[in-house]
């Protein structure tokens, strides 16, 4: 799907007023958006697992996740002006590491990507958010190294980096 269809697929999605028939159809597209970001995401969830062992050889965690649809329509309709094809937590992977100072180390082992498009980069922990979430946030788009990729291009993918107790937190609230 073109990126235009797949923005006015969100923007009928978050006011919920289509008809029955319109909103399988964009649930449909939606649905393939998401799924496309699976690819990309194996990608960054592989890097990132070698990395974390790099930095904390006593077993790291490292999961990866696509958005549930739910989440993506609850975030359309939450927040004005949000776009489908623009959404940066689509695709997502998570290290948790056993200090903050190891989430740090691994951080920083991202400054020397140059291989991914650098999109941004939130620390969570220096300036935690109001309700006391601590982690890192870098988020990446995608940049192929074969043609037959070119689908996946730009595709975002965001990363968090958390240490345990932080983990155990935010899983907690």
Same mark, same amino acid.
């Given at each position: 799907? !073109?990126?235009?269809r797949?923005?006015?697929?969100g /923007?009928?999605?978050?006011?919920? /007023?289509?008809s ?9 597209v939606?649905?393939n958006? *998401?799924?496309?970001?699976a690819?990309?995401?194996n990608?960054?969830?592989? =890097? ?16 990866q996740?696509?958005?549930?649809? =739910?989440?993506? /329509?609850?975030k ?8 489908? !094809?623009?959404m /940066?937590?689509?695709?997502?992977? *998570?290290?948790i590491?056993r200090?903050?100072?190891? #989430?740090?180390t ?12 650098? #999109? ?18 870098? #988020?990446?788009?995608? #940049?192929? =190294? ?15 980096? *958390? ?7 935010? =899983?907690?609230?």
């Open positions: 799907n !073109s990126k235009s797949v923005d006015r697929a /923007e009928r999605l978050a006011k919920a /007023e289509a029955e028939e319109q909103r399988l159809l964009d649930v449909e939606m649905n958006w *998401r799924a496309a970001h690819y990309p995401l990608v960054f969830q592989m =890097t990132l697992r070698n990395r974390a062992w790099s930095v904390d050889s006593r077993s790291p965690n490292v999961v996740r696509l958005k549930r649809a =739910t989440s993506i /329509e609850n359309l309709g939450n927040i004005p002006g949000m776009k489908l !094809s623009r /940066e937590d689509i695709g997502g992977c *998570r290290a590491v200090l903050a100072k190891r #989430v740090y691994l951080a920083d082992l991202y400054k020397e990507e140059g291989y991914h498009e650098f #999109v941004r980069r939130r620390d969570y922990i220096r300036e935690p958010k109001e309700d006391g979430y601590r982690s890192i946030h870098l #988020v990446y788009k995608y #940049v192929p =190294t074969v043609d037959w990729l070119e689908a996946f291009r730009g595709l975002p993918v965001e990363i968090q980096l *958390r240490s345990l107790p932080q983990h155990r937190w935010a =899983t907690a609230v």
